[in-house]
């Protein structure tokens, strides 16, 4: 975000605006090229790692099913609402005042979540992995590509969960209210007890 940031904010690293009534613009050089683009490969990375990966994280911090429940609840009530904010008054200000104090903005934001993250890093409970998650990723995908061509539906038996363990937590049926359970790839991907 700082780098973005710096796209907008530094003269050099911003291409030169275009002439009034110009037919051709100047282009940027491959420096302001690379600079953005690093950038927003960075950024993606950032939000791509962090929002899923902090949500099993906080349901990490409960036992009770309910408890888990309403952190979810609240966990996406307040991202879709940063959402909302982020599409409407972030664009706000990036259209009418600047792009360096938007971006700003979001920097400031980003950094108070994160030293509030931080803040309670001693209080959170760190569950230690089980095996590979990579492992289980290549297993249910190298079971789907064999499976192909495999009939389906399949019955609760034949769902693959992991370890004993997972199996063990995963023990009820999945419910009817799932709209999208009969995914081509989950016909594929469910049967892999023989795959792995």
């Known amino acids: 975000m700082i780098l973005l940031t710096l796209t907008a904010t530094i003269h050099s690293l911003k291409p030169l605006p275009c002439a009034m009534g110009a037919f051709k613009c100047p282009t940027p050089s491959k420096l302001q090229f690379a600079v953005l683009y690093i950038a927003l490969a960075l950024a993606s990375l950032g939000v791509g790692g962090t929002r899923f990966t902090i949500a099993t994280m906080g349901d990490d911090q409960f036992d009770n099913a309910k408890d888990q429940g309403i952190f979810f609840n609240w966990y996406f009530l307040a991202l879709y609402v940063a959402n909302c904010v982020s599409l409407t008054a972030i664009i706000h200000i990036q259209d009418n005042v600047s792009w360096g104090l938007a971006l700003g903005i979001c920097i400031v934001v980003n950094a108070t979540a994160l030293v509030l993250f931080l803040s309670g890093k001693r209080f ?35 769902y693959y969960y992991g370890s004993v363990e997972t199996r063990n ?28």
């Not at 095996?131 to 190298?142: M, T």
């Not at 192909?148 to 038996?157: D, H, K, T, V, Y």
């Not at 937590?169 to 792995?196: G, M, Q, T």
């Open 124 to 158: 959170y409970r760190r569950i230690k992995p089980k095996g590979s998650p990579f492992l289980s990723i290549l297993c249910v995908i190298f079971a789907a590509i064999q499976k192909r061509n495999a009939p389906g539906p399949f019955g609760s038996q034949d």
């Open 169 to 196: 937590i995963f023990k009820n049926d999945p419910s009817k209210s799932f709209r999208y359970y009969s995914f081509h790839f989950k016909y594929k991907s469910k049967n892999l007890k023989y795959a792995c």
